[in-house]
Nanobody, 121 residues
Framework: QVQLVESGGGSVQAGGSLTLSCAAS????????MGWVRQAPGKEREGVAT???????TYEDYVKGRFTISRDNAKNTLYLQMNSLKPEDTALYYC???????????????WGQGTQVTVSS
């Protein structure tokens, strides 16, 4: 079955960096749209970034220029490089997959369990 397992979360001071990884299995990874979505305590889930099967990326304005999404189809792994982190980036970060080559917002078919990112000021 489909599995998405995130890793790389942790605690960091403002201005620091983290790299999240998501190991995917149980589906033809290279054909799927992939993305990162986050949820802060008491808030709705919000999109962070997406990457479609041909590598085209989108970013939400609040992370643009600071975060980079990438994928390694040989390793079935998705990444999120996060730089210049801010306290408002604190959230549970989810890896997600959509059963199409194109991406559409946070409309995903499969979700990981999430990895916590905490940024202190």
């Amino acid at each position: 079955q489909v599995q998405l397992v995130e890793s790389g979360g942790g605690s960091v001071q403002a201005g620091g960096s983290l790299t999240l990884s998501c190991a995917a299995s149980g589906f033809t990874y290279s054909y799927y749209c992939m993305g990162w979505v986050r949820q802060a305590p008491g808030k709705e889930r919000e999109g962070v970034a997406t990457i479609n099967s041909d590598g085209a990326t989108t970013y939400e304005d609040y992370v643009k220029g600071r975060f980079t999404i990438s994928r390694d189809n040989a390793k079935n792994t998705l990444y999120l490089q996060m730089n210049s982190l801010k306290p408002e980036d604190t959230a549970l970060y989810y890896c997600a997959a959509r059963n199409t080559w194109w991406c559409r917002g946070i409309d995903f078919d499969y979700w990981g369990q999430g990895t916590q990112v905490t940024v202190s000021s």
